[in-house]
């Protein structure tokens, strides 16, 4: 069976309170595709993963989503690490679609948590307590969650932002382990050569879609200077505008 899982965004528009972030984005990430997703600060990168993962409904227009099942990876900033929990205690938890609130936990399900970190570097973590680790640490942590996930649509958001090098070129590889096994991976990034070298594909945003296809194509000082014109003269109080007419 394939891993790999599309998307499809029919004319969607995104925002908070009826204030829109995200107008008028129609098109497909293709399924077993790598794709960034890049622009200004502000630009709408993290509405549209928070809405492709179910958590934001579309103001207008529609996400479709096809042999998907999702893995969402927010931003460290947006985790709390104060709860008292182990490492081993969050790894689990990427059994947690499979095997629901009550399943009873078998010791093949520990043995794939250790597996789980030893895949990201961390033998010997399991005990350790989340609040005890690094910024590194506790990334590689929670991709071990997300392996145990095992989802067919792994959406990260700003994955390697604020974490040392090493850390970095390790997670790349289990993303890189994840498109070998033609799962769809969309990450929000900031760091251009680091799209430049590991994703294909690359939407740019500024609101709304600047440029969408190869990487080499849309990377293209042109559109950077667009989306960055466009993303200085939008209006956050703007009303939502309406569907476009076909």
């Known amino acids: 069976m394939s891993l790999a899982a599309s998307i499809i965004f029919r004319d969607l528009t995104l925002g908070y309170e009826r204030r829109p972030a995200v107008h008028h984005l129609g098109g497909t990430i293709a399924a077993a595709s790598l794709t960034a997703v890049v622009g200004p600060n502000g630009a709408g990168k993290s509405t549209l993963l928070k809405s492709i993962a179910g958590l ?45 609130p009550f399943g009873a936990l078998r010791r093949e399900h520990g043995a794939a948590v250790l597996e ?8 010997g973590f399991s005990r350790r307590p989340i609040r005890s680790l690094s910024a590194g640490q506790f990334q590689r942590v929670l991709f071990a969650r997300m392996l145990l996930q095992d989802a067919r649509l792994i959406l990260l958001d700003e994955p390697f ?33 680091q799209v430049r070298a590991h994703f294909p594909e690359t939407l740019l945003l500024a609101r709304e879609p600047v440029a969408w296809g190869p990487t080499r194509e849309v990377l293209t000082p042109a559109n950077l200077a667009r989306a960055r014109t466009m993303s200085e003269a939008w209006d956050d109080r703007a009303a939502v505008c309406r569907r476009r007419s076909a």
């Open 56 to 100: 934001l409904r579309p103001l207008d227009g529609a996400i479709e989503l096809h042999g998907a099942s999702v893995a969402y990876l927010p931003q460290q900033a947006e985790i709390d690490r104060s709860f008292p929990i182990s490492v081993e205690e969050v790894v689990m938890l990427g059994h947690w679609q499979r095997i629901g």
């Open 116 to 123: 789980a970190l030893t895949a990201v570097g961390l033998d």
């Open 161 to 193: 932002t604020a974490i040392d090098a090493r850390t970095t070129e390790d997670l790349l590889r289990i993303v890189a382990r994840w498109a070998a096994e033609r799962r769809t991976v969309l990450a929000v990034l900031h760091d251009l050569d």
